[in-house]
């Protein structure tokens, strides 16, 4: 079975984690302390957290690799109000050549985004990126999934039977992951079963999962003081500022 990206079928991609709402209070908590005049979303992808800060007042612009994900996006804005819609924009682009073109006060890779960056080299690109676009003193806050030891171990489970959202019709999903001993990576893969008997459709990602003390290192390496660390159930969140020059 060919295994096609998550990220194409947006509509699969919200059925499954549109609803998770454990980071929201957290990331908005954080932009009304601060009140930036603009915030970076890191991996926007269909709007789900930027769309949550702009509805409170917050001025937003997000940056995604995946065209699918940005079009959800606009089709999700489309049906927003002017005064939300006039306060996010969103922009196709590489996490790893971040170019906004303005500084941000506050910057925002929610979701697990640092997952997709495979590489340590990708991973200090990133962080470089985010040191260019953030305002001097400013706040760079993301969060990093949690897999559980079943997850890490290989695991295969299956979903109740629910209605695909691109065609109404029933399916069910059987998630299986595993990860590749040659690279490291964690892939999830998703099997949409359908009634008909036919080969399921294969929906994946691969995630680098890193433990704490390779992403302080990261952080620290590209000028990052970490301030907090905090629980958001399978997530951890990471509140960091940019030293300022001459600091440490």
């Known amino acids: 079975m060919h295994a096609r990206s998550l990220y194409g079928q947006p509509a699969i991609y919200d059925l499954l984690f549109h609803g998770w709402s454990a980071d ?3 990331y908005l908590a954080l932009a009304e302390a601060l009140r930036p005049a603009s915030i970076l979303e890191c991996a926007v992808g269909s709007g789900r957290v930027a769309l949550h800060l702009a509805r409170a007042g917050h001025r937003v612009h997000g940056v995604d690799l995946d065209p699918a994900m940005l079009e959800a996006l606009a089709a999700r804005m ?3 109000p002017s005064a939300v819609q006039a306060r996010l924009s969103w922009a196709l682009g590489d996490l790893r050549a971040l170019d906004t073109g303005r500084r941000h006060g506050l910057v925002l890779a929610p979701f697990n985004a640092l997952g997709h960056l ?9 962080l470089g990126g985010v040191r260019a676009e953030l305002e001097p003193g400013g706040t760079f806050a993301f969060d990093v999934w949690l897999p559980s030891e079943a997850s890490l171990a290989g695991r295969v489970s299956d979903s109740p039977r629910f209605r695909d959202p691109r065609t109404q019709e029933p399916m069910r999903c059987t998630e ?3 990860v590749d001993p ?3 990576l964690l892939h999830v893969e998703l099997a949409l079963h359908g009634l008909d008997g036919d080969p399921p459709e294969v929906l994946a990602i691969a995630l680098r999962v890193r433990d704490g003390d390779t992403l302080g290192a990261a952080l620290a390496e590209a000028g990052f003081l970490v ?3 905090v629980d ?5 969140g990471w509140i960091c500022q940019a030293a300022r ?3 440490p």
């Open 118 to 126: 495979h590489s340590a080299a990708d991973l200090a690109a990133f």
């Open 176 to 178: 299986t992951t595993r």
């Open 245 to 247: 020059s001459g600091l």
């Open 182 to 184: 040659a690279t490291g």
């Open 232 to 236: 958001l159930g399978e997530m951890q």
């Open 78 to 80: 489309a049906r927003e």
């Open 227 to 229: 301030r907090e660390t």
């Open 24 to 26: 929201l209070a957290h």
